[in-house]
């Protein structure tokens, strides 16, 4: 086939030009996905925003536990009222901002109404894990709280597997954190504390972080920028083979 334009001709080879078109949709393709994906992300980015500003507010009431969409709770700040079930701490292993190793005190907050609602007070060093060394920052009798709901965590295929001999804890699941305590009533998502002192200095709230990697820009660039190179190729490879160019008269 020779396509003619004036004294211009294009001779294309078949089967360079239907592997470069397969090849050119499905980069096409895969660049539109990511531009998608970046304004999913960033809707997502700008909702997570909007609800870590809202002002605090009561828990999900827990007959609405079992339909509760976790998605949607997810990142507001709630009240709870209750206390402390301070014998029952558990212990997460994670690092503070500066990458030394340490653990997250997660203790059993019992509302008033009875149920139980786990909360992550925050980071601890290795070696004040135990309560003997930061007793003064164990809050006793009733209290009130505030923090931001979490949903729980999803064991990743690298994570450890969870200590339950030492109370050692590499994803935050209130549903079988609950169960190694023997607690009944315990609410599917949990809280961390927000950044109000303890006394003592620990454990140190306020660790909520959101990190929503949004990389879908460049991915589209890339993906773009490999379907414009492919068919730089084609057109150069047609070039070098005699297939364009001008007639002579």
Known sequence: MTILSDNRFFRPLIGPTIATTIALVILIGLGSWQIERLHWKLNLIANITERMSTPPVAPPAEDTWDQLDLSALEYH???????FRNADELYYFTQ???GAPGFDVITPFELTSGAIVLVDRGYVPRADKFPATRASGQIKGETTLTGVARAPQIRGYFSAPDDLANN????????????ALKL???APFYVEADATPNIGGL???G???VHIRNEHFQYAITWYGLAIVLFAIYLSYHWTNGRI???KD
């Open 207 to 209: 660790r909520t972080q």
């Open 168 to 179: 050692m804890w590499f994803t935050r699941d209130p549903a079988k954190m609950g169960a």
């Open 77 to 83: 700040h709630l009240r709870l009222q209750g206390h």
């Open 245 to 247: 160019g001008r007639r």
């Open 96 to 98: 503070n901002d500066e």
């Open 184 to 186: 009944s009533r315990v």
């Open 203 to 205: 454990p140190l709230g």
